[in-house]
């Protein structure tokens, strides 16, 4: 029974401080119309990240694009501190097919050759790893091939992390758990022995 009492504890104390841990969803919708004209142009989109994770542990992209071609299309995501991954490579996904609405995972079992559902990306987003979220964050579309067009709809960030260090109240709040979390463990161990 002692080691299950010091499971739980540990296990309340670990909730605790999950909060220290955050998972974060930024989007935009640039709503850009992609010309059918010539190949080789590029559209743009921002979003700033202000009070985020200040070290990334994961990061997953999404994006919506409404295209008649889906393997025309190149994307580039760069992060605040510079590092430039591209996430969509038309020479991998290589797809006649309508639109690109993918979530993008490192994790993800579907390797990155098409242009729906959860995918791999074309270059791992653990690049990111390590890096303050805070900042800008650019994402370029490429359609590199003329006849076909449509419209960038949306982007987001799943960005997991250290929340950076805990504040004063944080610090308390974490310290009463263990104070609770001591006290009935004492108490739930006393009551057992006179049970025994």
């Known amino acids: 029974m002692k080691k299950l009492y010091s499971f739980l504890a540990f296990a309340l104390f670990f909730l ?13 919708t640039p709503g850009a119309p992609i010309d059918p004209g010539s190949g080789g142009q590029t559209y743009t989109s921002t979003i700033t990240v202000s009070g985020g994770t200040t070290s990334i ?20 995501l760069t992060s605040p501190a510079g590092t430039t991954v591209r996430i969509m490579d038309d020479g ?18 579907t390797p990155h050759n098409t242009n729906m559902g959860t995918i791999q990306p074309a ?3 653990s690049a990111f ?3 303050d979220a805070n900042g800008t964050w650019t994402m370029v579309v490429t359609d590199d091939a003329g006849g076909d ?9 799943m960005i997991t992390g250290a929340a950076g260090i805990p504040t004063l109240s944080e610090w308390g709040l974490i ?4 104070l609770v979390l001591n006290i009935g463990t004492v108490r739930l161990l006393r009551l057992e022995g006179q049970t025994a």
């Open 16 to 28: 605790s401080c999950a909060g220290l841990f955050a998972q974060t969803t930024y989007s935009e």
């Open 57 to 76: 542990t994961d990061i997953d992209v999404g994006v919506d694009i409404t295209h008649t071609w889906a393997g025309d299309i190149d994307i580039d």
């Open 92 to 109: 991998a996904v290589n797809s006649s097919s309508d639109d690109v609405v993918v979530t993008m995972d490192d994790a993800a079992a």
């Open 123 to 125: 270059n791992p987003l």
């Open 129 to 131: 790893n390590g890096e």
């Open 149 to 157: 067009g449509g419209t960038w709809n949306s982007w987001s960030m």
């Open 175 to 178: 310290i009463l758990t263990l």
